[in-house]
Each structure stands twice: as C-alpha cells, then as structure tokens.
C-alpha cells in the first residue's frame, strides 16, 4: 500500500520522471502559493478521477473509454473550478486557465487509462494520492526556487487572522533578484538544470548499486 | 442487428455518464454561482467605496454618444426584436438631419439611461469604447460625481481601471484593478501614490499620456522602464474625463 | 482587437510555447526531427483553428442562451476531441500518403493544452467568430514557428558532445529557455510601434 503511494513521489515522479503536466508546472510556478493551490486542485481531481474510473471500470465500455474517461475528468475540474471561484477568488484569479486546463493533463488521464482502469479502488486511490503529491512536491520546488531567486520573495497563502500578508521577504535577494527566473524563459532555464541534477543523481545511483 | 447493439451500447453507457455528470455538474453550479457573482462584484465595490463615501452604487452601462445612421440602424435598430424596443431607442436618440447622425439625448434622467444601457445589453450590443460603465455618485439628490469603470490595454494586456471623477471631468482618484503588468516595473501602478500625477487633472488641466506631459523629473523618472503601462493608464483615464463631459452635456 | 494586432499577439508576443508554456508535451517530444516537427506544427494549426471556431460557436449560440456555461470545460473538451477525430477520419478517406505521415500526431494533439488553452483564451477575451479562428490559426502558426526552430537546433544538437546529465530532455529545456529569452524581444511596446 505504502509502495504504491512512495511509488508516485519518487520512482515515478510524474514531472521529473516521466515528464507528465508540463504546461501547468511552468505557467504557475512564479508563486509558491499558486504551486500549492494548483497541486492541491490536481490531487482533488486526481483522486476523484482515479476512484471513478476504478469504480467504473466493469461498466465503461472499451470502445468509448477514453471519451468516458474525459468526462469523468472534465467534470472534476469543473468542480474544483467553480469551488475555487467561489471559495478561493484570489487564487482562481492568479491560476487563470490553468485550472481549465488540467483536464488535458497528461497525468491524469494517464493515471485513468495505465492504472485506475485495471486496479481496484484502494490502490487506485494510493496511486492517485502518491501522484498528486509528488506533482505537488515537484512543482512547489520548482515554484520555491523561482519565486526565491527571481522575486527575493515567498508568497503563501494570507492568514489574515495574525495579519500575515502571505509574503516573507527574503533580506537580500528582495531588492536585485535576478528577475529573468520569474519571467518564462527563466522557467524553462530551471526545469532543464532541475532534470539534468536528477539524471545525474540516477546515474549515481546506478553506479553505486553496480 | 448484433453489429448495431456492439456500437449502440457502447453509445448509451457514454450517454448516461454524460448525464449523470452534467446532472451533477448542475447541482454544484447553483451551490456556487451566487458565492461567484459576489467574488466579481466584491473588488468593485471595494474601489468605490474606498474613493467616494457611498453605500449604494448603481451601474449604468456606457451607451454610444453618437452613431451614424447607418451604424445606428445595423448595429442597434434591427437588433432589437420588440416595437417597445425600437421605440425607447428613438426615445432616447435625436436624430441630426445635417450630420445624418443619431445622438444621445443630453437630458435624459438616470433611470432612462440606466435603462437604455440594459436594453442594449440585451440585444447583443458590444461597446466599442473603453468606458465600460458609470456609476454615478448622488448627494443631496443631486449627481456630484461619476465612478467610471475603464478597459485599458497595458502591458501585459487589459487593465480594469476603476476611476472617480467630479463633474468638470477632473479625476479624483483612481484605483487599478484586474491586470498582468510586470512585477517591479508596471506593476508598480498598484502601489500607493502612483496615481496622484493624475488626480486634478482631467478637467482644465489635461490628463496627462505621455512622459513629457508629466510635471517634474521624478515623475518622469518613475514612469521610465513602464511606459506603456503609464500610457495605458493614461489614455483610458483621458477617454473617461471626455466621457464625464459628454454625460454632463459639455 | 484588430487581426494584425491578434495575430503578432499570438505568434510572437505570447507564442504559446515560449511565453505560455501551452503545448509543451508536443513540443519537446516530437521536436527532435525537422519533418516531424513541420507535419506536427501544420496539424496543430489546422487543429487550432477550426476547434477556436467550433468551440465559439458551442459556447455562444448554446451554452450562453441555455445558462450552461458551467459545461464550457466539459463540452470545449469533448468537442475538440470530436473535431480531431473527424480530421483524422477525413485526412484518412482524402489523402492515405498524408494520414501515415500525420498518424500517430493527431490523436496526441486532442490532450494538447494549446488547443483547449486558445479555446479558452479566446471566450475570456470575448473574441468574436472570425476573431477566435485567426487566433487558433495565430497559436497554431506561433508553435510552428517555435516546433521549427527548436528541431533546427536539436538535429544539430544530436551529433554535438553534451555533457551526460543534459543529454536529451534538458539540453533541450535549456535551448527552449534562451530562445524564449530572445522571443521576450517582442512585447507590447512592438505591437504598439507596429500598429499604434
């Protein structure tokens, strides 16, 4: 059970590894509070996605499985969608089309057709979760770097109850932060040096267990 | 007969998930939609409040001041669908022999235009100017001055603008809104004081649009490296003064 | 919006690839080969257009008059997904030579972000008819572009010494970036000086 949960923040990483959901992971990693709330949205419609298709998977008929699976997926993002624009304003705002835009994640429908559709319910939902978190996990590191180095700033979600803005400003970096990381080539920049630091450290590994 | 129940059943399971999902989709709608219609209104209303003293604030959406016959018949008259229709429009329209212009009553009241700006939402009309709509301030049951909510192109694209004015058209504060200029350079309009080089201006004293208009060096200097943001600002708040003058008949 | 303005606005200033990150699975992968990459880079247009159309016509004449726009994700998708379907049928019947070429291409552009990502766009900006086709047709045109510059440098690349850990996927990300960096020379002030 644990396996299968490690399994989606590491071995199968689904940005680093595999490559899955680029297009959001650049676009909204500027902030860190907009990597957060963009992960959280994907895990809610990961796991419904997974646990549908799963629940599912008898009476979906092969011929039309991935419209059905489309839909399934479709749906959950219109939900989070309009939660968010009714629950969470400021962060719908900040995260635009993306949300939209995560029923053509690559990971999601992915996840339906190479998992949920063959599983049973409890793994299905444990892949979900340990997929969601790691593209969670892989975005907000991106999302930490950029916004440190190219903003001098970390921006997280507001508690206005202890009158904290959501913004911790870094002493230095603040004022000449190399703002080309924030900008989207800057993002570009940071993924290929972030893959190229993990290839090296697979091929460290492989070496030690040879 | 075996080959069409391979594809029709197939077929109608989509249909049901199809249904279902919409039937869901629908319940969660009515759940949120009005929490959504009060998240759009909510930063509206808090530049309004925060510029002029009022509670309540009515929106007039902005009408044509002047259209050419031919634009007024196309574009407005066969859009409409009822004779009540057609009729208020030359209610509120003059029509100008000489230039073959339709032009907007000077005197028609607030309820009338509130009302004209409601049927030309209804009939599909799209405005072509960058005032969206106005929002009059009223005290002592007389109008003392306009909010205007002005579209402007900046930088990083369309800028929501909203602006108070007083009745010569001169500005007296300015907030921006929705927009995706740059941090650190436009996005500095966002920031406190940024606006005062407008305030004042607008009525005898042009707005205004481009850096050498502006008074002194640090103005200048503050604008310099987010021109276009400047000048977006700019020219939106110059279209609203103008728009200010012709409400009020100037 | 004017057309010229829509169009350098699409191609150039927000090229999908290099400033909004749509349409990058396609990209870096199908990227590696200059005729992959043109076969993708037309399809993608084609796709583009006639889907910014459909979804215009979806989301106006039927979901704004039913009150149904809550379906905008749903439907937006399933019609792209119809349309690719009906291309890839009809690219079948018309031209075999064309279809084997294309294969495996059309399939993957109906989860591509950039189609759904100009549909969407396009409605938020309250374009018209005409103007959310020259949109799509501008994105489509924008990836090509980016697709046909990127191979160049890859095919190149690919019989060059990279350092281990950059080999393949990174390399490429890191050219992506600092073309992205030259393509931040076309911003708004362009536009303005173009057309005013």
């Known amino acids: 059970m644990l396996k299968q949960f490690t399994n989606g923040i590491f071995k199968e990483n689904p940005v680093f590894i595999i490559l899955l959901g680029l297009c959001p992971t650049l676009a909204v990693s500027t902030q860190v509070v907009n990597a957060l709330g963009m992960g959280v949205a994907v895990i809610f419609v990961l796991l419904g996605s997974n646990m549908f298709v799963s629940l599912l998977k008898d009476f979906i008929p092969e011929k039309v499985r991935i419209p059905c699976y489309i839909i399934i997926i479709a749906s959950f993002v219109t939900i989070v969608d309009l939660a968010m624009r009714a629950y969470a304003p400021s962060l719908s705002k900040s995260l635009g089309v993306f949300v939209q835009l995560i029923v053509v994640n690559c990971i999601i429908l992915g996840r339906a057709e190479a998992f949920a559709s063959k599983n049973n319910l409890k793994s299905s939902v444990m892949d979900a979760l340990g997929m969601g978190v790691g593209f969670t996990l892989a975005l907000t590191l991106i999302a930490l770097i950029r916004e440190v180095v190219g903003s001098g700033k970390i921006t997280l979600f507001a508690i206005h109850a202890i009158g904290f803005n959501g913004e911790i400003n870094i002493p230095y970096l603040s004022d000449s932060p190399i703002r080309m990381i924030g900008y989207p080539a800057g993002a570009l920049l940071v993924v290929g040096l972030l893959k190229a630091l993990f290839n090296w450290f697979e091929s460290r590994n492989k070496g030690a267990i040879k | ?250 | 919006m004017s057309y010229v303005g829509i169009i350098i606005t699409f191609v150039f200033i927000n090229n999908f690839i290099f400033t909004q990150f749509l349409g990058l699975c396609p990209f870096i992968g199908v990227s590696r080969r200059i005729d992959s990459a043109v076969g993708m880079g037309f399809a993608v247009i084609f796709v583009m257009s006639f889907a910014s159309l459909a979804t215009w016509i979806i989301y106006n004449l039927a979901l704004i008059p039913l009150n149904l726009d809550f379906l905008q994700t749903i439907t937006f998708v399933l019609v792209i997904a119809t349309l690719v379907q009906l291309v890839e049928m009809v690219i079948q019947k018309m031209s075999p030579v064309l279809y084997k070429a294309l294969g495996i291409y059309l399939p993957l552009i109906t989860t591509n972000c950039a189609v759904l990502g100009i549909a969407l766009i396009a409605v938020r900006k309250n374009y018209g008819a005409l103007e959310s086709f020259v949109a799509g047709f501008a994105a489509g045109v924008g990836f090509l572009l980016a697709i046909l510059l990127m191979s160049s440098i890859r095919e190149r690349l690919d019989t060059e010494w990279v350092p281990k850990p950059f080999r393949g996927v990174p390399i490429a990300f890191v050219t992506a970036g600092l073309m992205a960096m030259a393509f931040m020379a076309f911003d708004m002030g362009l536009l303005k000086n173009l057309i005013g």
Do not use: H
Not at chain 2, 132 to 144: A, G, K, L, R
Not at chain 2, 160 to 171: H, K, P, R, V
Not at chain 2, 204 to 230: R, Y
């Open chain 2, 1 to 250: 007969m075996r080959k069409m129940l391979e594809y029709l059943i197939p077929g109608l399971k989509l249909f049901v998930i199809c249904a279902v999902a919409a039937v869901i989709l629908g319940l969660i709608n009515e759940v949120t939609e009005p929490e959504i219609k009060k998240n759009q209104t909510k930063e509206q209303e808090q530049a309004l409040k925060a510029m002029f003293t009022q509670e309540e604030w009515r929106e007039i959406p902005a009408v044509p001041f002047s259209l050419s016959s031919k634009d007024f018949e196309d574009d407005l008259l066969k859009k409409c669908r009822t004779t009540e229709q057609k009729q208020f429009l030359a209610y509120g329209y003059d029509f100008d022999g000489n230039n073959d212009t339709y032009n907007l009553k000077k005197d028609l009241s607030l309820d009338d235009r509130e009302k004209l700006g409601a049927l030309l939402k209804v009939i599909g009309y799209k405005n072509k100017g960058p005032v969206e709509s106005y929002f009059p301030v009223i005290q002592n049951q007389s109008v003392s001055g306009y909010a205007l909510k002005i579209n402007g192109n900046g930088y990083g694209g369309a800028m929501t603008i909203i602006a108070g004015y007083n009745t010569d058209g001169s500005i007296r504060d300015v907030r921006l809104l929705d927009n995706s200029e740059t941090p650190g350079l436009g996005k500095k309009a966002e920031t406190e004081g940024y606006m005062d080089k407008f305030i004042g201006t607008g009525g005898d004293k042009p707005v205004p649009v481009i850096k050498n208009m502006l008074g002194d060096q640090k103005e200048i200097d503050a604008v310099t490296g987010a021109s276009i943001t400047f000048m977006g600002i700019a020219d939106a708040l110059r279209s609203g003064s103008d728009f200010v003058k012709k409400i009020e008949g100037k």
